[in-house]
């Protein structure tokens, strides 16, 4: 068979370089280029060629801001002010996360996303049943990490042994019909139980709460950490990332924009009118109607209905989900792994606001949260700053009754 001709690996993507203090850096265009036989050989398993090229837009992640898996081979590069930059280093696979709830609806689809990973030398997947078999399915995928799987509470130890990063999907999906509590007494419990799990076994981990309501969740882990004297406000987060994504995808729909250039913040918190995507901020600039405004922003908020209604009972948003995280996944890889320019929004322990816990874009680093990043609060239209007032109250209540909740679980214990 005749070789097949030589090729390179380019990706056309967003990028934000040049850091300056608090304040957003411009957003450029910029691209990466593979001139290495090894660089995908172990990760992706091609074969027999110098490189590949990919001209994809809709990859895994669609700006720098999250490029995930794209941006995660430039970690340690060096990276130029110019159109394009260029590096040779193939990326080490050597960090540990684990999944817990890897056996549900969004933990199989994400544990999957991040066996992709190049950085990922272990992949821990725990649950409660049915997660043997998860295993066994992702550990014949042809990427560096190494897959174990764990059983039960009794097992949940090993699982979280010195692990970088703790993603938590676990808990009940939303149904049609159930209450904002219904999902809470549940979901409030296991959080709280593995969070505890965390605080015993891997303190310094990220923590990464999928499993909602998140408003209130992040809260109660924060307060389980607190009690447990492991605390660290730069390393526990409140998942909002699929807010950002599809925000991202309405717009560019909206606007007929190339979804790999939007990047649209969003901020507050993670649950109905609290979710606000700040439209007059979104990259590349675009002018938008008051009723386009009052549109997008509904649905934004309304799109995890959107999916269960769409799903008639028979689930809620777990793949749209699974990509978000495996995004946030990834760019906290790339953070740990030295990536000096890594920007997600996050729910996180905040001082931007006067509530204690606030979603807006934020600077990962090696300890987490290394800036929070006021700029896109300020500006803001007459019609985000209302929206932004309204919200507050409703996001104070749930933050209250999260920590209410941990509070009295410690007292009872």
Do not use: W
Request: aromatic share 6%; proline share 5%; charged share 20%.
């Amino acid at each position: 068979m005749a070789a097949a001709p030589a090729a390179t690996f380019t990706i056309g993507t967003t990028g934000s370089l040049g850091q300056r203090g608090n304040s957003l850096p411009q957003l450029k265009s910029s691209g990466l280029k593979f001139n290495s036989q090894n660089h995908l050989k172990s990760f992706c398993g091609l074969k027999a060629m110098s490189s590949v090229r990919c001209e994809s837009e809709s990859s895994f992640l669609v700006n720098k801001t999250g490029a995930a898996l794209r941006a995660s081979f430039a970690s340690k590069a060096q990276k130029e002010n110019d159109q394009n930059f260029n590096y040779n280093s193939q990326p080490q696979a050597s960090y540990k996360v684990a999944v817990l709830g890897a056996a549900g609806g969004i933990g199989q689809p994400l544990a999957l996303l991040i066996k992709m990973s190049p950085l990922v030398s272990d992949l821990h997947l725990y649950d409660i049943a049915n997660v043997k078999g998860v295993a066994a399915d992702i550990s014949h995928c042809n990427t560096p990490s190494q897959v174990r799987d764990f059983t039960g509470a009794s097992e949940l130890a090993n699982c979280l042994k010195d692990v970088n990063v703790v993603v938590i999907p676990a808990g009940v999906p939303r149904k049609p019909g159930m209450t904002r509590d219904d999902l809470f007494n549940i979901n409030a419990g296991i959080v709280r139980d593995l969070v505890s799990a965390v605080a015993d076994n891997s303190p310094d981990a990220f923590i990464q709460i999928i499993s909602n309501p998140v408003n209130s969740t992040v809260p109660i882990a924060a307060e389980v950490l607190k009690q447990k004297g492991v605390y660290d406000p730069k390393k526990l987060f409140g998942v909002t990332t699929l807010d950002v994504v599809r925000a991202n995808t309405f717009v560019a729909q909206r606007k007929n924009l190339k979804l790999i250039d939007v990047d649209v913040p969003v901020v507050g918190g993670h649950a109905g009118i609290t979710i606000l995507p700040l439209l007059s901020k979104t990259r590349p600039s675009a002018s938008f109607t008051d009723e386009e405004i009052e549109e997008l922003t509904v649905r934004i908020q309304n799109a995890g209905t959107e999916v269960v209604e769409a799903k008639a009972g028979a689930g809620s948003a777990t793949l749209s989900m699974a990509y978000a995280a495996a995004r946030f996944v990834e760019s906290s890889l790339r953070a740990l792994d030295g990536d000096g320019d890594v920007y997600e929004c996050s729910y996180v322990e905040s001082d931007l606001t006067d509530l204690p816990f606030f979603a807006s874009r934020v600077k990962l680093g090696r300890k987490g949260v290394e800036a929070l990043i006021p700029s896109d609060l300020q500006g803001l239209t007459d019609y985000e700053q209302k929206a932004l007032e309204s919200l507050k109250p409703e996001l104070m209540a749930s933050i209250e009754k999260g920590i209410a909740f941990a509070q009295k679980q410690a007292v009872a214990a």
